[in-house]
């Protein structure tokens, strides 16, 4: 089952704009990553966000967590043509009865950068 | 090697047919998943291997799916009787230490059951 949840399901901007992606989530979890993913095959890591952390910087991109609404936002600014892929958002979620974890992903928000 | 490699990276296969896919993780990466998918949409959780731990096998659709890790590395994802609904993009990820820390992907492997 999805954990994760992205909104919206895509999103087009013009170049130079700001695009904000949230997450929701449902269970509590340790951390909360965002991918990218082009053209439909790997994705790439772009950023992880503990949960004791309320914002996180990487370059463009600004990661926001609130854990009391499990809910996550990622804001790439000056967006370039560049950034057109899909944006995902994967949580952790602790296995029963052991100390490992699993990640699980949402269905991913289509950016679209036009020039 | 350098990343997690897939191998094939296409794959066209006959309906009743087996396939193996296989990933090769980052050397020393002791977590691996597998997921799927589907034209358009997100990820699919399949299964995932940490350590000498048994794996994480929850979301393996049928039976006719099988995966194995042999000596904590090589990872092999085997479809019995392919079904055309198996037609999808399987991707593999490995990771440093326990799961839950940040993924490498492969570029996955391109199924298509025709």
């Known amino acids: 089952s999805q954990q994760g949840e992205e909104d919206p399901q895509a999103l087009s901007i013009q170049e130079g704009e700001n695009a904000t992606m949230n997450c929701s989530y449902k269970t509590s979890i340790n951390n909360l990553q965002w991918y990218r993913q082009n053209s439909g095959r790997g994705l790439v890591h772009l950023i992880l966000i503990r949960s004791n952390e309320r914002e996180k910087h990487s370059g463009r991109l600004r990661v926001t967590l609130d854990t009391s609404k499990k809910s996550s936002s990622l804001l790439i600014t000056a967006s370039r043509a560049a950034d057109t892929a899909s944006y995902f958002c994967a949580t952790d979620a602790r296995r029963s009865g052991g100390s490992n974890y699993k990640l699980t992903f949402g269905k991913g928000t289509l950016l679209t950068v036009n020039p | 090697g350098a990343g997690v490699s897939q191998s094939p990276s296409n794959k066209v296969t006959e309906k009743g047919k087996d396939v193996e896919l296989r990933c090769d993780p980052i050397s020393g990466h002791t977590a691996l998943y597998w997921y799927r998918q589907s034209l358009g949409q997100g990820l699919e959780f399949l299964i995932y291997?940490?350590?000498?731990?048994?794996?994480?096998k929850s979301g393996l659709p049928s039976d006719r799916f099988s995966a194995e890790r042999t000596g904590g590395s090589v990872s092999t994802l085997t479809i019995q009787r392919t079904q055309q609904e198996d037609s999808a993009v399987y991707l593999c990820a490995s990771s440093l230490d326990r799961g839950g820390e940040k993924l490498f992907f492969g570029s996955g492997t391109q199924l298509s059951v025709l």
């Open positions: 291997f940490q350590g000498n731990s048994a794996p994480d």
